[in-house]
């Protein structure tokens, strides 16, 4: 069993639709990031949180540490928002990072 | 900003073969991590480091050994390549310290093929 579940796996939205990718865990952690994998593999950190939410342009991460749950939501969204994004936890226990399988976003102009 | 750069972006090589995939970062990172990424299994650690000449096993070691001679740099070594070895590398290095605000960066990746 993964530590670190997203869903859905796979998502394909129209230009300027809303987004919501979703990620649950099940152990206890001090943070979560949300990566960016565009095709080619280069893996971009987006956003770092322990609690609440943060916002970068029409992205907006939130966490509910309560519910292990996070989830990210992308604004308005663009072709050029295609991309694996992966949720990624640390572990309270040690500083090893667990990540989730991604979810492969493709936004159809 | 913080630079992770990978040595090669595609290898192909041969069963049997002694492979060397080389990270270096700018930043002066205490640990540096190497990851191999499958369809479907995501990312999956191999091995990290947490200063010079330290190493910890992840979860997936078998097959693979690391080095880390300098700070900057982190070397994932399959001693002798199989098949199911092939598969994206991805090096990575973060802070040490207050892990909740360190965050990972990653290199751009190794596409590896081993025939």
């Known amino acids: 069993k993964n530590e670190v579940e997203q869903s859905p796996q796979n998502l394909t939205a129209q230009e300027g639709e809303f987004i919501t990718i979703n990620c649950s865990y099940s152990?206890?952690?001090?943070?979560l990031h949300w990566l960016q994998q565009h095709p080619g593999g280069g893996i971009v950190s987006l956003f770092m949180?322990?609690?609440g939410k943060k916002k970068h342009g029409r992205l907006i991460a939130t966490i509910n540490i309560q519910e292990k749950h996070s989830s990210l939501h992308i604004t308005a969204s663009h072709p050029r928002d295609s991309a694996v994004y992966i949720c990624?936890?640390?572990?309270?226990?040690?500083?090893?990072?667990?990540f989730g399988t991604g979810t492969s976003l493709t936004v159809i102009p | 900003d913080v630079k992770v750069t990978q040595s090669s972006r595609y290898l192909v090589k041969r069963t049997g073969e002694k492979v060397f995939l080389e990270c270096v970062q700018d930043?002066?990172?205490?640990?540096m991590f190497w990851y191999r990424q499958d369809p479907g299994l995501g990312l999956r650690l191999i091995y990290f480091?947490?200063?010079?000449?330290?190493?910890e096993k992840g979860d997936i070691p078998e097959g693979y050994s690391v080095s880390r001679e300098k700070k900057e740099r982190f070397s994932l070594i399959l001693e002798s390549a199989s098949t199911n070895q092939t598969s994206m590398y991805l090096c990575?290095?973060?802070?040490?310290?207050?892990?909740?605000?360190?965050?990972?960066?990653f290199g751009n990746g190794t596409r590896l093929t081993v025939t």
């Open positions: 990575a290095s973060s802070l040490s310290g207050a892990y909740y605000n360190s965050p990972l960066h």
């Open positions: 152990v206890g952690i001090s943070a």
């Open positions: 949180l322990s609690s």
């Open positions: 990624a936890v640390i572990l309270l226990t040690g500083n090893q990072f667990y």
């Open positions: 930043m002066d990172h205490e640990n």
């Open positions: 480091s947490y200063d010079v000449k330290m190493k």
